[in-house]
């Protein structure tokens, strides 16, 4: 996997990525990171990326020339290439007016060979970068950032963990929050695990007992089908109390509905 990034601040990338899975990575050889600094492909003296937008308003916007410049230099194939799915690359537009970037986003994203992110600055971006250059327009949340470099940090450390080889257990990729769907041929979670699609299950290590507080004890007793009940259910609790949006996603097996139900109750009690 080969990810290029365009930005202004070519140094802003020199930490988020020197740690962790994304350095490991790397290191073995499984991604590539290469970062452009767009002021390279500017014509004047000033290395002008910026220019006030037509019809007045506050602030500058990214001009359309050093962008399209640059990336007509990396050798990319068409938009109409890329958006056909005729060439296993994309140019990703970071956006506040984007898509949502998800897990599943992730997903179809590990399936490129290569990405290159355009990373907007100021108050944005000229459109005809988004409607003629970039293939995909892409948000890490509803809110606003400075610029596009910490979205595409985060975008490529969510991605760098499906390409494989970089998570030293293939499965923990599957077993983790939000990860609703497996590859055809992919071994589902195993009889300790299941919490895909919903927020993850509470996780204990040693002591078995730290400042009062204990380990529960099913987690201990060594039995694998009370394990894998315990952690559903309380996949399902956390879910249902801080994102229950996610539920209405979920194929719920007849054992969630029953979990549900007893946690519904078990809540309607606390509250009288």
Not at 25 to 36: F, K, M, N, S, V
Not at 161 to 187: I, M
Request: glycine share 12%.
């Amino acid at each position: 996997m080969k990810f290029e990034i365009v930005t202004i601040f070519p140094d802003f990338f020199r930490g988020p990525l020197d740690y962790g899975i994304v350095r490991r990575a790397r290191e073995a050889g499984l991604i590539e990171i290469l970062t452009h600094d767009l002021r390279a492909f500017t014509t004047d003296r000033h290395k002008t990326v910026d220019d006030r937008p037509f019809g007045g308003g506050e602030g500058m916007v990214l001009k359309p020339e050093p962008l399209f410049a640059c990336a007509e230099a990396l050798g990319l194939a068409s938009r109409e290439q890329r958006l056909a799915g005729s060439a296993k690359e994309s140019v990703i537009l970071l956006s506040p007016q984007g898509r949502m970037f998800t897990q599943g986003v992730a997903e179809e994203l590990a399936g490129l060979e290569r990405i290159v992110f355009i990373c907007g600055r100021y108050e944005g971006v000229d459109e005809r970068v988004a409607e003629g250059l970039a293939d995909r327009e892409i948000s890490i949340g509803d809110y606003v950032l400075s610029g596009g470099e910490l979205g595409a940090a985060v975008i490529m450390d969510a991605v760098t963990r499906l390409v494989p080889g970089a998570l030293g257990n293939e499965a923990s990729a599957r077993q983790e929050s939000f990860t609703a769907t497996l590859k055809p041929g992919a071994d589902g979670p195993d009889s300790t695990c299941g919490s895909g699609g919903l927020l993850d299950y509470p996780h204990y290590t040693r002591p078995a007992e730290f400042r009062g507080m204990a380990v529960p004890e099913v987690l201990v007793g060594g039995n694998h089908e009370q394990i894998r009940r315990w952690r559903r259910r309380k996949a399902l609790e956390k879910t249902l109390r801080h994102r229950p949006d996610l539920l209405e996603k979920q194929a719920l097996s007849e054992e969630d509905k029953k979990f549900l139900a007893e946690i519904g109750k078990e809540e309607k009690i606390g509250r009288e």
